[in-house]
């Protein structure tokens, strides 16, 4: 059987050889002829260029046809088929029996042959022509790379497919034996399954591109406002359509094994991808209407509103993000053929058992959602929580984060958050003390103090109001006064600052600098001398 299959595919391997030598050599005399006999203007170097593109050709089809022949030798030795009978038994059956209709079957495969390399001729042109119109449209001006690749995919594919399709032909015209046939209807299959899927990932690539570059130039339209805004996705999008060789593959081992394991592997993959996409684009889109439902139009809005709104957008997309992850897992499961009851029964149990035994986690997550809806401070406020005063850094679910004045951050859980003291809503109070000595003039002083901050106004605009003066206590030092100033939220301390330096300054101009006085009163001493 080695000795039979060896000789015959050797054979046939050796034909191949000389024919393609005989048909290169005879290729060129005869475009001269031709050439010569049209009278095209300079015949000789354009009869050389076509014989050395027909020769080119030939090449590949010999080359191709002998790998052919050889994996077709080694295949059907492996599966211990024994070529010479059979081939003997068709050529009884066909070729000597009426040597005639042999001929005449010869020459419809030729013109089979002839037909197919006219039909591919005319496709390209077709092709060339559509890509061309696609370069002088507007909305494909600037994507012209991929469209030398489209088109170099496409011809491929057309002509690997003309060329599989007139073998069918051929082969259904002078039918072979039946191992040819399966062979090459594998081949036929397998073929255009992965040169169909490279095109079409070129396609869908463009479709992608071209789609934002359209929604991206209408970003005032109403609806493809949202699809430019998505264009983050345009990667993922990319990387899932090259999983179109999945999809191909299925079908291909569909096609060879219907109904097969393989095929069926290859449908849960393809389930499993499209699942995995779908949730990341919902991922997206739910993120994308969180961010339209709570930021759209802020100048509508008191900046506390929209800072509260801020606080809460990251919030809602992170549980929005984990129960879409959670449905995919759970989805994804399913498709592997898992039972998902024990599962999901086993993460209630589980969920029951983690919320009694971690009821301080529990608390505090609890009371990072009151803290987060009910908007009692937001980020960016200056706020005292128990023995911390600082600014807000971040309002998290279970953790509120606070920096203070020496940029030390605490982390306070929610739980432990009591009482909440908010130095940032609407104004706070800027308090400076002094003392004036009791021999001054005190309704005087006040009144030049308070002429004075009133011209100081404008030059800060952290003041909301004429600052007010207070006669706070009659001390034995002197009487203590105390400047009272409504400024912005957080300002205060800054403020204070400002308002110390002035108030010493109106003072030392006026004549009366604070100043603490001590009287001392001593009985029953001598007089001195």
Known sequence: MLLNNALIFGAALLLVIVASLVASRQSGRLLRVALRFVRAPDHEALAANLASRVSRAIVVVATVAAIALICAGVSLTMYEIDCGPRLWAWAEASLLRDPMAVVWQVLKLLGVVAGAFVVYRFVRVVAQYLIAGLRRNAAFVHHDAQLATLLERLLVTLRWGIALAAANLCVALAPPPEPVV???????????????????????????????????????????????????????????LDYFFVGAATWIFDQINPGGRLSEFGLIGIRIIALVYAGRVLIEVFELFVRELLLADPEKRSEAENQQRLTLVPVASSILRYAIYFCMTVMALQELGVDTSPILAGAGLLGLAVGLG???????????????????????????VGDVVGNVEEIGVRVLK??????VLHCIPNGEVRSIANHARLYVNALVEFRLPYAADVNGVLAGLKAHLTEFRPRCPDILDD?????????????????????????????????????????????????ASHVVVLHNVPASR
Do not use: W
């Not at 606070?402 to 940029?407: F, M, S, V």
């Open 182 to 240: 399966r062979a090459l209807e594998t081949v036929t299959i397998v073929a255009l399954g992965v040169l169909i899927a490279r095109t079409m990932i070129v396609i869908a690539h463009l479709a992608v591109d071209v789609v934002l570059q359209f929604a991206r130039g209408r970003e005032g339209h109403r609806t493809l406002r949202y699809v430019g805004r998505l264009e983050h996705l345009a990667g993922i999008t990319k990387r899932t």
């Open 358 to 384: 971690a009821q301080a986690f529990v608390g505090d997550v609890v009371s990072g959602f009151f803290i987060l809806f009910e908007g009692l401070f937001l980020v960016g406020d200056r706020v005292t």
């Open 402 to 407: 606070i920096r203070d004045e020496a940029g």
């Open 467 to 515: 600052p007010e003066f207070v006669v706070q206590d009659l001390q034995d030092t002197g009487v203590l006064v105390r400047c009272v100033a409504r400024v912005k939220p957080g300002r205060d301390d800054a403020t204070c600052e400002l308002l110390r330096a002035e108030l010493l300054t109106a003072l030392v101009a006026a004549g009366v600098a604070p100043q």
